[in-house]
């Protein structure tokens, strides 16, 4: 009779046994849809946040042959051999060996034009070659940059690490007079920042301490350059005597009629007449 009932509770506890067993199964067989699920929400709230990220770059593209509006002129660019560009605004142009792409600006709502250096910096070219090529003229004391003097107005990048930048080089031959006796001929130089339109820097001969410069400028001759404004100031003003109201608006600086050929201001350029402000 023991051996009976010691059977009976030897197949009741197998049978408790194998139940235990079969409920922790089942535990786990819902705790593994569970994590399956809380992973599956979690990469359904990480795309969300992608989709949330939103990039504002703008498109560059290189700039290619054609007519091109920037800062209020009309430029023009032509593709040359071994991927030089050209620059031209009237009859100023520039060359550029260098990666020159255009982009706009939809909150500006204007084209901008910029290099990328080597230091990985995109340089805007703000300044056209009119207006460097005017500064440059100013600096080096000369009246033409042409054939005649041996001038050229190249867009490159200057400078080194932090420093470098887009700039105008301008080289032209200039005479000195060695002692106020001996004339001679030597390079002169000049760098023009294109974002700001500031010489960077200049460089004459070794001797030039030496020498007399022969100002080339003519005192008389007007200056032919399209201005970016054309302004005449109607505002009452409490000065007394006559008060000149008509001003240009070139390289972002304020300059006086009396310096530029206005006649030819009114027949090649795009401002040209002034603007009443009262």
């Not at 004459?204 to 005192?219: F, G, K, M, V």
Request: proline share 3%; glycine share 6%; aromatic share 6%.
């Amino acid at each position: 009779m023991k051996k009976v009932i010691t059977g009976i509770l030897g197949i009741i506890l197998m049978c408790g046994l194998a139940l235990a067993a079969n409920g922790m199964d089942g535990q786990a067989n819902t705790i593994s849809p569970s994590s399956t699920s809380t992973m599956a929400v979690g990469q359904q709230q990480d795309a969300p946040a992608g989709e949330g990220v939103t990039t504002t770059s703008q498109i560059q593209n290189r700039v290619k042959t054609g007519s091109y509006q920037v800062n209020g002129n009309q430029l023009m660019i032509q593709e040359k051999a071994n991927n030089r560009i050209q620059l031209r605004v009237q009859n100023i142009s520039a060359d550029c060996d260098c990666n020159l792409t255009e982009e706009f600006d939809p909150v500006q709502n204007r084209t901008k034009l910029k290099i990328t250096l080597s230091n990985g910096r995109n340089a805007e070219v703000k300044i056209m070659p009119d207006v460097a090529s005017e500064t440059a003229l100013a600096r080096l004391r000369l009246n033409n940059c042409d054939e005649s003097n041996n001038c050229s107005i190249e867009l490159k990048e200057v400078g080194e690490g932090s420093q470098t930048r887009a700039a105008y080089e301008v080289k032209a031959r200039k005479t000195f007079k060695i002692f106020g006796l001996f004339k001679n001929q030597e390079q002169v130089q000049t760098q023009i920042d294109a974002e700001t339109g500031e010489e960077i820097a200049s460089k004459r001969p070794w001797w030039a301490w030496l020498a007399s410069e022969e100002d080339e400028a003519n005192e008389n001759e007007k200056l032919m350059v399209c201005p970016e404004a054309w302004y005449d100031n109607q505002m009452p003003t409490i000065s007394e005597g006559e008060e000149i109201t008509q001003y240009l608006v070139i390289g972002g600086k304020r300059k006086e009629l009396a310096d530029y050929d206005i006649d030819w201001i009114k027949e090649n350029c795009e401002v040209n007449e002034p603007e009443i402000v009262q």
